[in-house]
């Protein structure tokens, strides 16, 4: 799984809503082309950042969200006024329309719970013509996203939740909050050496990356952190004595910064290049 963790400063740098949204907009881009499946946000105890966190979830949410359950899920939002300026992503969970009678059996789309029938199973948005019969799903709620599998052709047409393991390829990040930033690189301190998770801090004042190429390679889960747009991670994490080395991917900048959404689009590059070229 490759992870990033920002802060909730990450669009402190941006003065309106506008520019805070568009920014946001970019940085989802910038998840989903490389395939970031997890992203974590963290709190920056510099200052009360908390409105840009929750504007940057919001809007990282709603940019993985298909378009077709947009409208459902968030309806009219001052916070999204801005949405028609977000470029698309394009995902392979963001799938196109087609009518009903051109859905095959075991087809995958992701769509929202809308309602539930007498006895046998709630109906799901899916974003076809009409709602689809969702079988064999006690526990879900009507509004609750979810990926669903479809189980019989149209006119009948029906479908049950996608089991983990059965979608295959890349299908959306999941975002969440990580406490502060001292938390988050304390429990990856803990978890350092297992031979299997790796957890990068990205400094322009770090190590080559280069010195952990064959790390990056064997990892099965990589997580990359960054810092805010005015101080890096461990000025953010100044009172916690953890022993992690920071690790620059721009040993040859020609700027005094690199903007956070740069940095993500420039260390993302590296690190699937990386494991890319251990797979051929």
């Known amino acids: 799984m490759l992870s990033v963790a920002i802060p909730d400063s990450s669009l402190a740098d941006e003065s309106t809503l506008r520019e805070k949204s568009i920014k946001a907009a970019r940085i989802a881009r910038v998840l989903a082309i490389f395939g970031v499946e997890s992203v974590l946000i963290y709190r920056d105890t510099s200052a009360d950042y908390s409105k840009d966190g929750m504007l940057l979830r919001l809007i990282l949410e709603f940019m993985d969200t298909p378009q077709y359950l947009r409208k459902i899920l968030y309806g009219r939002m001052r916070e999204l006024r801005y949405a028609g300026l977000f470029p698309p992503l394009k995902a392979p969970h963001h799938k196109p329309y087609v009518r009903m009678d051109e859905v095959k059996v075991d087809d995958v789309r992701q769509g929202v719970v809308v ?166």
Request: net charge positive; glycine share 8%.
């Open 115 to 280: 309602g539930r029938r007498m006895r046998d199973g709630y109906y799901v948005d899916v974003g076809l013509d009409e709602p689809v019969l969702l079988e064999h799903a006690d526990k879900v709620k009507v509004g609750e996203r979810v990926s669903v599998i479809f189980t019989s052709p149209y006119p009948d047409l029906r479908c049950r939740l996608a089991r983990k393991g059965e979608i295959k390829g890349y299908w959306g990040y999941h975002v969440r909050y990580a406490g502060t930033a001292s938390d988050l690189l304390k429990g990856l301190s803990s978890k350092k050496g297992d031979g299997k998770s790796l957890a990068i801090i990205t400094s322009k004042l770090g190590r080559p990356v280069r010195e952990i190429e064959q790390d990056i390679a064997m990892a099965r889960d990589t997580m990359l952190i960054f810092g805010s747009p005015y101080k890096d991670v461990y000025e953010i994490a100044a009172n916690v004595k953890i022993d992690m080395p920071t690790y620059n991917f721009f040993p040859m900048q020609k700027v005094e910064s690199v903007r956070l959404e740069e940095a993500m689009l420039g260390c993302l590059a590296v690190v699937n290049y990386i494991k890319s070229k251990s797979r051929t």
